[in-house]
């Protein structure tokens, strides 16, 4: 006997086998019921005293026999293809007049149905059809738009495949459209949370869409959920989950970016609730680690980092787990399947932190050199994005060129320089800090960070120009103590020529600091000056020809 779904519970066996029986039936592609199966869903029904469902495919195939209402019968797993309609089609029955409830048009839209029907059953004969279909994404409808109900057989002769074909070719003309105005880049809407920390998580979301513009997405909407307590299954709650589904439709967007950090189970369901990709705070910016990892050292440690942040996600994470490369969130090492896997991931972990220990052996050496040699050693650190390499490269000789791109350095790049009244000087690049940096980063990195803590000096690099400049400067000064770094401080008022003047004076009022432009050239001067004074006053004894300089 094949399965029946729903609310089974009570039935009687011979019921059982009359719905088992209905996985026999077929009809028409280009027809929504017969005439056979109208009366015989309303016997059923009546005999019963429930709703049947049926869900059917492109060919007329009965697939899913259920009791109940269209929300009690499940479609088939992956069932979701490239097509933009689900190529199903659900047909049930309403034991009292009226029309389609709310649940109902919502497993339409969020299951994105061919159509979906629903046969009154009066005194056990069929009675009037009611039929919706999906709205294309930029009509003036809701998202479903919902026929005139008539007596089923007025039905009969309803095209039901040239309704969904001109579905299908608008859907698609439509994302073509879009595929061609965004160069095929995915389409994302952000999610942020106001927990009432207000301007802040407003400021999270800005930041988010930066990550996301930087990680090669197109930023299509952002919306920020004001919730004082989450939920813990689907964070922002099923109904704000069904506004962002209609609002991904709308959009023709394929991914949801939440600015919190997802725990497996609560992805595993807002996957489950929506079918579009999910991804976290943390996964976006590993993703971006991984897209600007160049070195073997620095492809190890995204690696690494990304390895540890997915083996706690194994358990209970399903198909998401089969996802490989294909857009945002998918570079580095990939996504396993669950128990073949895990003893491999854990055995890499091990491989990349013995690796990444031999790195850190080598660098120590060539700091003990460099101690040797007696040539003091700047770090330049800040938030990221600040414009660190840009400014390395005009202070030093052979720099490198920033990019206007997040964490587009992730190696610690080493420069030779020169500072009047010292002489030569190393400066050294490291990775662009940002608030709630994710702890495997961390981690992962904490060898190539090791260089701030061995500098004579830190150069802290400040973007003047950016709205929360001073929350930015916080952030790196926290993450400096909590990587216990004591070392002097000079602070760098970058993109000056940016900056609105007010903001200028306002930050050098409370933050004292050079105001400099790296891309222009000016403040350099002062700036290694600055350099150089505090140089001398940590006890930096200058080389002897440079003190005539």
């Known amino acids: 006997m094949e399965k029946i779904f729903g609310k089974t519970q009570g039935l009687k066996k011979s019921e059982l086998k009359k719905l088992s029986n209905l996985y026999r039936r077929r009809v028409p592609k280009e027809r929504l019921l017969t005439p056979e199966l109208a009366h015989t869903l309303a016997a059923l029904s009546a005999e019963m005293g429930r709703p049947v469902a049926l869900l059917l495919d492109r060919e007329g195939r009965v697939v899913r026999v259920g009791v109940g209402d269209a929300k009690d019968l499940p479609l088939p797993e992956g069932a979701r293809t490239e097509r933009r309609l689900s190529g199903y089609r ?7 007049p009226g029309g389609f409830s709310r649940p109902d048009l919502s497993v339409l839209f969020l299951n994105r149905l061919d159509s979906l029907a629903a046969l009154e059953v009066e005194g056990g004969q069929p009675g009037l059809l009611h039929v919706a279909f999906l709205s294309p994404p930029k009509a003036e409808e809701e998202d479903w738009r919902i026929l005139p109900p008539r007596p089923f057989h007025q039905y009969l002769d309803f095209d039901l495949w040239a309704e969904v074909n001109a579905l299908e070719e608008e859907l698609a003309r439509q994302a073509r459209v879009l595929e061609i105005q965004d160069g095929g880049r995915e389409r994302a809407i952000l999610v942020g949370v106001d927990r009432g920390e207000g301007p802040e998580a407003e400021a999270a979301l800005e930041e988010l869409a930066e990550l ?3 990680a090669g997405g197109v930023v299509v909407r952002k919306v920020l959920v004001y919730r004082l307590e989450l939920d813990p299954r689907y964070l922002v709650g099923l109904g704000k989950l069904e506004e962002l589904k209609s609002l991904a439709y709308h959009e023709n967007a394929s991914t949801l970016i939440f600015s919190l950090d997802l725990t497996p189970t609560q992805a595993r369901e807002i996957e489950g609730a929506t079918g579009l990709k999910v991804l976290d705070r943390t996964q976006l910016i590993l993703d971006i680690f991984a897209l600007h990892a160049k070195t073997p050292e620095a492809k190890d440690q995204v690696e690494l980092a990304q390895l540890k942040y997915l083996l706690p996600r194994l358990v209970g994470k399903g198909k998401e787990l089969s996802r490989l490369g294909g857009g945002i969130g998918t570079r580095g090492p990939g996504e396993t399947k669950l128990e073949v896997d ?9 491989h990349l932190t013995h690796r990444l220990k031999g790195y850190a052996e ?26 660190k390499t840009t ?18 350095t992730l190696r610690p790049l080493t420069r030779r320089g020169f500072l009047p009244g010292v002489g030569e000087v190393l400066f050294t690049d490291t990775v662009g800090f940002i608030r709630r940096m994710p702890e ?4 992962a990195f904490r060898a190539t960070l090791e260089e701030v803590r061995e500098a004579d000096l830190l150069l802290h690099v400040l973007d003047a120009s950016e709205d929360g400049a001073l929350g930015r400067y916080g952030v790196v000064e926290e993450l400096l103590r909590e990587l216990s770094v004591e070392a002097p401080r000079v602070l760098a008022l970058n993109k000056a020529d940016r900056a609105a003047p007010y903001d200028l004076y306002y930050l050098q009022e409370r933050l004292g600091g050079v105001a400099v432009s790296a891309l222009k050239g000016t403040g350099l001067p002062a700036l290694r000056e600055a350099l150089a004074e505090a140089l001398l006053r940590a006890g930096v004894r200058p080389q002897a020809w440079a003190q005539y300089t």
């Open 90 to 96: 659900l047909l049930h029955t309403h034991l009292a």
């Open 212 to 214: 996301t513009r930087t």
């Open 342 to 350: 895990r003893r491999r991931l854990q055995e890499r972990i091990v």
């Open 362 to 387: 080598r660098r120590e050496e060539a700091r003990r050199q460099r101690r040797r040699r007696g040539v003091p050693l700047i770090a330049v650190v800040g938030y990221t994005n600040a414009g």
């Open 391 to 408: 400014l390395l490269s005009a202070l030093a000789r052979g720099g490198e060129p920033g990019e206007d791109k997040l964490f587009a």
């Open 440 to 443: 495997t980063l961390l981690e």
